[in-house]
């Protein structure tokens, strides 16, 4: 499957990783929108939210955990934001489920 984040995930494709586990990784966005920005990816291949079933339950919820751990570790104290555009009317342009971390600036509301 030729799918970016796959690639990261298997280390085929170099990213800056700040965290790795059994069932997700995480590293910088290389566009980062905000002073933190950072992407937290599971390990499996679900290619969007939408795509979530019961099955997914446990592996979603340990993704907002890990970004609320990293964001912590990361010193965002002041707060952050956490985004999972979904398809195309969301702004999905990779096609792997990730986790959107934003945070060391004021983030308005609502976004464009
Ligand atoms: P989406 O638009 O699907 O919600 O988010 C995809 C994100 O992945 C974008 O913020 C984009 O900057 C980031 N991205 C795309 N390609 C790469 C890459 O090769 N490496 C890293 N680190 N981030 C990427
Ligand atoms: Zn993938």
Sequence with gaps: MDCLFCKIVAGKIPAKLIHDDEHCIAFLDINPQAP????????????????????????????????SAIARDRGLANGYRVVVNTGPDGGQTVDHLHVHVLGGRHLTWPPG
């Design 36 to 67: 933190t920005h950072f992407l937290v990816v599971p390990r499996e291949h679900v290619a969007s939210l939408a795509r979530g079933g019961s099955s997914h339950t446990a592996l979603f919820g340990h993704l907002l955990t890990t970004a």
